[in-house]
């Protein structure tokens, strides 16, 4: 039996790259896992599919974040199916565009701030009548809040610095409860948001696999890892933090 049976998860953004490794980890723990999308449903299929051939249970929601009443539209379809959440993961999220800070315009500010930050406060706000005591809350974060490394991303990398403040704020509200909130912190991960400059470019790959003392590119399972120990009863004294799962890049 799972660490995780009897319990209810539900991954924003899990039809793919680490929200995907997320929901099967998640779903191979023992968990019912609620897969969110916002417009690839085939991809929201294989991951269920994928829970089901290894013996655990799954269902797809579908909700396009970032868009006016998105966290609505996201638990009335999770409601259909469930009652009442245990795990909650903030995952989904863009880039956006990668503009320095002279040529961003307001529009692609505003965006990626309304997938990577507004979403997921209001997805969370929302789901906290749902969600258990003793539950989870994790969330997606990135090493770039700790450093200017990719200026291009300078958009991207303030939505996040927004989702730790997030994380601890909230882990100081919930604690009464017995819910711990925890953000995982990526560096650079071989999925397809990165596909551009790390699939086919052997020198990109290179570099970005020195960057690590364990000299390789991270994997969406390197963070699922992270995630299911968070979401599992071993965290139960871990709470409001930053947890850096970047192969140790920043060292």
């Known amino acids: 039996m799972g660490v995780l049976t009897g319990k209810t998860a539900l991954v924003t953004g899990g039809s793919r790259g680490i929200g995907r490794a997320i929901a099967e980890r998640l779903g191979r723990d023992g968990a019912r896992v609620a897969v969110h999308y916002g417009r690839d449903e085939t991809a929201a299929k294989e991951t269920v599919e994928a829970i089901g051939a290894a013996g655990g249970e799954a269902f797809a929601i579908r909700a396009e974040l970032g868009a006016p009443g998105d966290a609505e539209a996201l638990w009335a379809a999770f409601d259909e199916r469930a009652d009442g959440l245990d795990i909650l993961v903030n995952n989904a999220g863009i880039t956006g565009e990668r503009e320095p800070v002279g040529t961003l ?26 969600l258990r005591d003793g539950g989870r809350i994790i969330s997606v974060s990135t090493v770039l809040t700790r450093g200017g490394a990719k200026p291009e991303l300078i958009a991207y990398s303030m939505t996040k610095g927004a989702i730790d403040a997030f994380t601890t704020h909230l882990a100081k509200e919930l604690g009464p409860r017995g819910i711990t909130v925890n953000a995982v912190a990526p560096g650079a991960v071989d999925t397809d948001m990165n596909a551009g400059w790390l699939r086919g470019n052997p020198d990109s790959l290179a570099a970005t696999a020195a960057a690590s003392p364990l000299g390789r590119v991270g994997q969406p399972e390197d963070i699922a890892d992270v995630a299911a120990f968070l979401a599992s009863p071993d965290s139960r004294w871990v709470t409001g933090q930053w947890i850096d799962a970047t192969g140790g890049v920043l060292l």
């Not at 965006?111 to 990577?116: D, R």
């Open 105 to 130: 315009t307001p529009e692609d500010f505003d965006k990626v701030f309304a997938v990577n930050t507004k979403a997921p406060f209001f997805v969370t706000q929302h789901g906290l009548r749902r």
